[in-house]
């Protein structure tokens, strides 16, 4: 007797069971052999199924990497969400409380310092895209947290947050690959101290 057809419902739990392997095969490979280990055979191959699979599903490996960014910007999300909330009396005092935020999240985050990385050797539509929805989730923390605070009239805060985030952005990519950076080591005790060199540094934060 012939097998009957499977159930709509079996066909559904399988393609996201398949979806899912495939996903959690593109973190592996991210975390293990970094962005050029990444492609359609790999991923197959990780996940056990056949090529054709992540195309039919993801339209290709770009789709995985966008998958994976999406899980990665939902951890920063998290991160930030247990950040208690803001008692800042001063421009300076939230941007000091925003920087050490999203370094903790980044930190927190190894997905997002694969695709951090990734995004400084190579340019894409899809990275850019990407790069452009991670800054998206610190503004849309920052501006439901941040109190009525008036801005200066004078200096550019934005510029110095910049500098300052790039700053923070930096240290977090470097310490998920090397024990330390500019003579400071990257571990509990001088991650304490970059902490105390942005309270130095937030001294000339306009406010």
């Given at each position: 007797?012939?097998?009957?057809?499977?159930?709509?419902?079996v066909?559904?739990?399988?393609?996201?069971?398949?979806?899912?392997?495939?996903?959690?095969?593109?973190?592996?490979?991210?975390?293990?052999?970094?962005?050029?280990?990444?492609?359609?055979?790999?991923?197959?191959?990780?996940?056990?199924?056949?090529?054709?699979?992540?195309?039919?599903?993801?339209?290709?490996?770009?789709?995985?990497?966008?998958?994976?960014?999406?899980?990665?910007?939902?951890?920063?999300?998290?991160a930030?969400?247990a950040?208690?909330?803001?008692?800042?009396?001063?421009?300076?005092?939230?941007?000091?409380?925003s920087?050490?935020?999203?370094?903790?999240?980044?930190?927190?985050?190894?997905?997002?310092?694969?695709?951090?990385?990734?995004?400084l050797?190579?340019?894409?539509?899809?990275?850019?895209?990407?790069?452009?929805?991670?800054?998206?989730?610190?503004?849309?923390?920052?501006?439901?947290?941040?109190?009525?605070?008036?801005?200066?009239?004078?200096?550019?805060?934005?510029?110095?947050?910049?500098?300052?985030?790039?700053?923070?952005?930096?240290?977090?990519?470097?310490?998920?690959?090397?024990p330390?950076?500019?003579?400071?080591?990257l571990?509990?005790?001088g991650?304490?101290?970059?902490?105390?060199?942005?309270?130095?540094?937030?001294?000339?934060f306009?406010?």
């Open positions: 007797m012939a097998e009957s057809p499977a159930s709509p419902a066909r559904l739990r399988s393609r996201a069971a398949t979806e899912a392997s495939i996903v959690e095969a593109g973190e592996r490979i991210l975390l293990r052999d970094a962005f050029p280990g990444l492609n359609v055979q790999t991923l197959a191959a990780e996940a056990g199924c056949d090529r054709k699979l992540v195309y039919r599903y993801f339209d290709g490996a770009d789709g995985v990497v966008a998958r994976i960014a999406a899980r990665a910007h939902a951890e920063l999300v998290r930030l969400d950040v208690p909330a803001s008692a800042a009396e001063s421009l300076r005092a939230f941007a000091r409380e920087l050490s935020a999203w370094l903790g999240a980044l930190r927190a985050s190894p997905l997002t310092l694969r695709l951090m990385a990734w995004a050797v190579e340019s894409s539509p899809l990275l850019n895209r990407i790069e452009s929805e991670r800054s998206a989730v610190l503004q849309a923390w920052m501006r439901e947290r941040r109190p009525r605070l008036r801005v200066p009239p004078e200096g550019d805060p934005v510029a110095v947050n910049a500098v300052l985030l790039a700053a923070v952005q930096h240290l977090a990519l470097s310490g998920s690959v090397r330390g950076l500019g003579g400071v080591a571990d509990e005790a991650w304490a101290r970059i902490e105390a060199a942005l309270d130095a540094l937030l001294a000339v306009p406010d």
